[in-house]
């Protein structure tokens, strides 16, 4: 298996624009992550889904984030419109439900500048 | 809500020397704690997963260990080598919080030669 793959893996954009970062799990796993990492503030999950359904989406910041899962090999994050306090690096993660193991494979990430 | 630090927040040590880096959570009542190497500018590499029920797991130099009751876990990494020089992170999956890992900031190990 590939592992996670994350698109674009570096995304340079202005304020105001739309960004849309881009995750394909692992096949068969059913539980995907979306995470962002800062130096100030670490690494935060944002949302999950399972079976393409989002969880809990508490971690999202604020409206101008949304996540979606249409089927289950793939999920876009989209910020709209960006500013320059999102610049971050979002992590895509996906799981196995089996039991309360789920561990969790990350993908390389997706640096995005918001000038 | 649950809270995950680790100490130090960056070691640095001479080649071959064994090592030991701190994991400490306040809530005890977890499923599993995961250990993660981050490489600079790069994903996070999943290392060791300990479930609940179990004290250790060993992978190669790597031995992970969980005292669930005092909420801590030790990863001890045995006669280091440069190419372990990262970032190592822990989290856990707590019982009351769905699926959700929360991560600790980390300990940024420099292994010199």
């Known amino acids: 298996d590939a592992g996670v793959i994350q698109s674009p893996r570096h995304e340079v954009t202005e304020m105001g624009q739309e960004v849309t970062l881009r995750c394909k799990p692992i096949s068969g796993h059913d539980y995907l992550f979306w995470y962002r990492q800062t130096m100030m503030r670490g690494l935060e999950l944002l949302i999950y889904f399972n079976n393409n359904v989002p969880i809990d989406d508490s971690g999202m910041p604020e409206d101008r984030f949304s996540a979606k899962m249409p089927n289950a090999s793939f999920s876009t994050l989209k910020i709209q419109p960006s500013e320059p306090r999102d610049s971050a690096v979002y992590f895509c993660?996906?799981?196995?439900?089996?039991?309360?193991?789920?561990?969790?494979?990350f993908g390389p990430g997706t640096r995005l500048t918001v000038l | 809500k649950q809270e995950v630090t680790q100490i130090p927040a960056a070691l640095s040590v001479p080649e071959g020397e064994n090592l030991v880096l701190n994991c400490s959570f306040t809530?005890?009542?977890?499923?599993?704690l995961q250990w993660f190497r981050q490489d600079p500018g790069k994903g996070l590499t999943s290392l060791l997963l300990i479930q609940s029920s179990q004290r250790e797991q060993t992978s190669g130099r790597l031995n992970a260990s969980l005292d669930k009751s005092s909420g801590r876990s030790t990863l001890y990494i045995a006669a280091s080598q440069p190419g372990d020089s990262a970032t190592y992170l822990c989290a856990v999956k707590t019982n009351n919080a769905g699926n959700m890992l929360t991560f600790g900031g980390g300990t940024r190990l420099m292994v010199k030669p």
């Open positions: 993660a996906s799981s196995l439900g089996r039991g309360q193991v789920n561990e969790q494979f």
């Open positions: 809530d005890s009542a977890i499923y599993n």
